[in-house]
């Protein structure tokens, strides 16, 4: 089992550009969550989708922040365009039902 | 409030020693807890989950206190390899609910 695979595993870019962040979930795990995590507000969930529709994403930040699963073994995080404060590390995170959750090794973002 | 609390530590304990963290959280409707581990620059993973009677693995021991709405997480013979960021997840409080809510973690140092 690969576990789940985020890419890339960092990522520079300049304040208004275009971020995607790329995520492949356990193969068969219905469930899948976007995080993100900074040291002063901890891990926030983004969204989250079950069986490819999404679910619940009032925790998406604004406007800028975009989240779609075309398939079962693929989902994008869009940032466009992308700010400083995005700065942070951006963990996917799969499940099988309502169990406990497997974390991708996430990507750090890092917005000049 | 927050939804789920955490004292930060850092907790600074010897080798061999038992310590324990505390996890409160603020929906009592809560159906699932979960406590994680995450090491310096790597991303959450699942300890254990923690069961209404409390359950053990090895040196861990979880336990969930329904009425105060706690759960807490004690180590036995305390390990250098302990040393993390101890992370409680609760779960909402709809049957549905797919997403977890996580701490902002507990940091322990496990010194010789």
């Known amino acids: 089992d690969a576990g789940v695979i985020q890419s890339p595993r960092h990522e520079v870019t300049e304040m208004g550009q275009e971020v995607t962040l790329r995520c492949k979930p356990i193969?068969?795990?219905?469930?899948l969550f976007w995080y993100r995590q900074t040291m002063m507000r901890g891990l926030e969930l983004l969204i989250y989708f079950n069986n490819n529709v999404p679910i619940d994403d009032s925790g998406m930040p604004e406007d800028r922040f975009s989240a779609k699963m075309p398939n079962a073994s693929f989902s994008t995080l869009k940032i466009q365009p992308s700010e400083p404060r995005d700065s942070a590390v951006y963990f996917c995170?799969?499940?099988?039902?309502?169990?406990?959750?497997?974390f991708g090794s996430g990507t750090r973002l890092t917005v000049v | 409030r927050k939804e789920v609390e955490q004292d930060p530590g850092p907790f600074n304990v010897p080798e061999g020693a038992t310590v324990a963290f505390n996890c409160t959280y603020s929906n009592s409707a809560s159906q699932s807890f979960f406590w994680y581990r995450q090491d310096c620059r790597k991303e959450p993973k699942l300890l254990m989950s923690v069961y209404s009677s409390g359950n053990e693995d090895g040196r861990f021991t979880a336990q969930l206190n329904r009425a105060s709405q706690y759960i807490s997480l004690l180590i036995r013979d305390s390990k250098l390899s302990d040393s993390a960021t101890y992370l409680c997840a609760v779960r909402g409080g709809s049957s549905n609910t797919g997403k977890l809510i996580f701490g902002q973690g507990t940091t322990l140092q496990v010194k010789p």
């Open positions: 193969s068969g795990h219905d469930y």
């Open positions: 995170a799969s499940s099988l039902h309502l169990g406990g959750y497997t």
